[in-house]
């Protein structure tokens, strides 16, 4: 993806300004990943933005109805496991980030 580098700087950008609420805990790890949700749902729309031209007439191609539906459903599933899988790297990198910053304090 053209944009991936700008992603990781703004993570470990979280991860340096969160490093309090950024811990390796249960609380610490659903607010990073809360976070990620939230940031990568713009990265999966841009990936959106880029595939549906293409997309689109290979589904408007397909004679059946029920075959259209059927990739309709199949892409929006993938962004999903995109966005989720994505989520789930970049809430590790700042968690990692936030624990760089933090050293080994109490």
């Excluded at 990265?43 to 549906?52: C, N």
């Excluded at 007439?57 to 059927?70: C, G, H, K, M, V």
């Excluded at 990739?71 to 968690?95: G, I, P």
Aim: proline content about 4%; aromatic content about 16%.
């Amino acid at each position: 993806m053209r944009y991936h580098f700008w992603y990781v700087l703004i993570h470990v950008g979280l991860g340096l300004i969160g490093y309090q609420y950024f811990l390796f805990t249960n609380t610490g790890g659903t607010l990073a990943f809360g976070t990620a949700l939230v940031v990568q749902a713009y990265a999966v729309f841009e990936i959106h933005r880029e595939a549906w031209p293409r997309f689109k007439p290979s589904r408007d191609a397909e004679p059946s109805l029920q075959t259209r539906n059927e990739m309709y459903t199949d892409y929006k599933k993938r962004l999903l496991r995109v966005w989720f899988m994505r989520s789930c790297m970049y809430a590790l990198l700042t968690l990692i980030a936030a624990m760089a910053v933090r050293g080994e304090g109490p």
